[in-house]
């Protein structure tokens, strides 16, 4: 990898809305990485964001167009329908790709993914930014201490008015909020998901079309339990966006209000600040690092897929009135509709080379480190 003149990765931001306006901003004033090129279908809008932030770059409507960048790395900002044909172009020019959660609609086209990283050779991240926050590593931490567990608890309840796609969705609640809760579990826990049961409903007074509300509950490998309940039309006392969580083990319980006050046994916890910043900066630097030497990040596409999963799992269950979902045959069903959409031979040919589709998610990921750790566990 070359890099800009002071090493940092040179990266084209593709989609330039909400989202990729927070993007340019954090990386306008990175010392890791450097925008060179922003790209959206609505071209105005890209050259807006860039004059609001005050680059001057080039811009374009596809990648194709803004090639002569020198561009080194892709970030995927586009709505969750386009993640993956923008990365499949990214990846395809050779490009390392960060995407933006949730990875795809469906983990159907998520594996479709994982096949064209296998093919192309290429890393694909997914960013999930809550991740990257210093109480949040402190409650992982201190949730290794209540030894093993029984029942893990996280409430989220808010009153969110956003005019826009959110408010039109099936599932406001559970596919575009609770994406970063079912991820946090995992990383919090290391544990992996089995199985869900779940009742989403929209309260009479809702402002969304979908179902604002839920109640799942998973089972994990480990035994132990994970009971979610949310809201995103709570007029209220609203919890943390990170969800208020409560864990009960052997060794007595944790908890973390989602902001700064953690707790084991009842008593505080100072949470640390990360090495790296926090939220999509935190996420930043470890796509970079990646990039230059190799690892596998946490957020690699295979491992990802098992959050995505989850959030199918609920919605699956929540239209079959609260039936047992088991994560393995809805990976295994997911295949089966993955091999019937792909049109490209080279990554049909992968997906067909897979027994099943927990051993795709073993395949050998970009870098060095093993797929997902606990995998074995489906
Ligand atoms: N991590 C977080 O906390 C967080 C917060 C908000 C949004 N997001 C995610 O960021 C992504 C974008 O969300 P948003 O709120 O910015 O949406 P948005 O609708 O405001 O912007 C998306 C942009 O993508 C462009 N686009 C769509 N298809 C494209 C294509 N094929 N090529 C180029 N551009 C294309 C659209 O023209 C639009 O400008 C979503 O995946 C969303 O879930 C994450």
Not at 152 to 177: I, K, N, T, W, Y
Not at 296 to 307: A, F, G
Request: glycine share 8%.
């Amino acid at each position: 990898m070359m890099g800009d003149v002071d090493g940092r990765l040179r990266v084209a931001l593709v989609g330039a809305g909400a989202m990729g306006g927070e993007w340019l901003r954090m990386l306008a004033a990175s010392s890791v990485a450097i925008p060179v090129a922003v790209v959206d279908l609505d071209i105005e809008l890209a050259r807006r964001t860039c004059a609001s932030t005050g680059l001057d770059i080039t811009t374009g409507t596809s990648l194709a167009e803004v090639e002569g960048a020198g561009i080194e790395a892709v970030i995927n900002v586009t709505v969750p329908q386009a993640h993956r044909v923008v990365n499949e172009q990214a990846m395809r020019a050779g490009l390392p790709v960060l995407c933006e959660k949730p990875l795809a609609p469906t983990v159907s086209e998520a594996l479709r993914q994982v096949a064209l990283a296998n093919v192309t050779g290429q890393l694909l991240m997914v960013s999930q930014s809550r991740r990257y926050f210093g109480p949040l590593a402190t409650f992982a931490e201190v949730a290794r201490k209540v030894g093993p567990l029984s029942t893990v608890l996280a409430d989220f309840f808010h009153e969110d008015h956003e005019p826009g796609f959110r408010e039109q969705m099936e599932h406001p609640l559970l596919v575009d909020m609770s994406v970063h809760h079912f991820d946090m579990l995992r990383f919090i826990t290391d544990d992996v998901p089995i199985s869900v049961r779940c009742d989403a409903w929209n309260p009479p007074w809702s402002w969304f079309a979908g179902k604002a509300s839920a109640v799942a509950t998973f089972e994990l490998a480990s035994g132990a339990r994970f009971v979610y309940s949310g809201s995103r039309a709570a007029p209220g006392a609203e919890t943390s966006w990170n969800a208020e969580w409560r864990m009960y083990g052997l060794e007595g319980v944790a908890t973390w209000d989602g902001e700064s006050a953690v707790s084991l046994r009842s008593e505080r916890v100072v949470p640390q600040p990360p090495a790296a910043g926090e939220s999509i900066e935190g996420s930043l630097a470890e796509f970079v690092s990646c990039v230059r030497d190799g690892r596998t990040p946490q957020n690699e596409v295979r491992d990802n897929v098992l959050t995505l999963a989850m959030i199918e799992g609920a919605t699956e269950s929540s239209s079959r009135q609260g039936e047992r979902v088991v994560i393995r045959e809805l990976l295994d069903e997911a295949l089966a509709r993955a091999r019937h959409d792909e049109t490209r031979e080279d990554v049909a040919a992968e997906l067909y080379s897979w027994p099943d589709a927990v051993h795709g998610l073993s395949t050998t990921p970009w870098g060095s480190a093993p797929a997902i750790a606990s995998g074995g566990a489906l």
